[in-house]
Nanobody, 122 residues
Framework: QVQLVESGGGLVQAGGSLRLSCAAS????????VGWFRQTPGKEREFVAA????????NYANSVKGRFTISRDNAKNTVYLQMNSLKPEDTAVYYC???????????????WGQGTQVTVSS
């Protein structure tokens, strides 16, 4: 499995933007679909967005559709999550992981990173 490292989280006011990065080490990311998930204490990991290895297919949770954009740069071995119009309910630890296809279930993914905290203040 590819090991992943998330970055780009932080504290932002509601309505603001952040861009998260998911970088791979050890192996190329270009052979894998990549998904972003988020989790808050006491809750199950929640699907956010996913992208196929060739960027042709993307999936989004309804709660982020129109606000978040997932993209990838295989030359840089990195996947991004552009988050706009952030809301307090987007506050969570965000994780990325790899899969063979852009699934919405976290059980289909592996190689999880350590996560990056996103906090949106009202």
């Amino acid at each position: 499995q590819v090991q992943l490292v998330e970055s780009g989280g932080g504290l932002v006011q509601a309505g603001g933007s952040l861009r998260l990065s998911c970088a791979a080490s050890g192996r190329t990311l270009s052979n894998y679909a990549v998904g972003w998930f988020r989790q808050t204490p006491g809750k199950e990991r929640e699907f956010v967005a996913a992208i196929s290895w060739n960027s042709i297919t993307t999936n989004y949770a309804n709660s982020v559709k129109g606000r978040f954009t997932i993209s990838r740069d295989n030359a840089k071995n990195t996947v991004y999550l552009q988050m706009n119009s952030l809301k307090p309910e987007d506050t969570a630890v965000y994780y990325c992981a790899t899969s063979s296809f852009p699934a919405t279930s976290y059980q289909r993914y592996g190689g999880w990173g350590q996560g990056t905290q996103v906090t949106v203040s009202s």
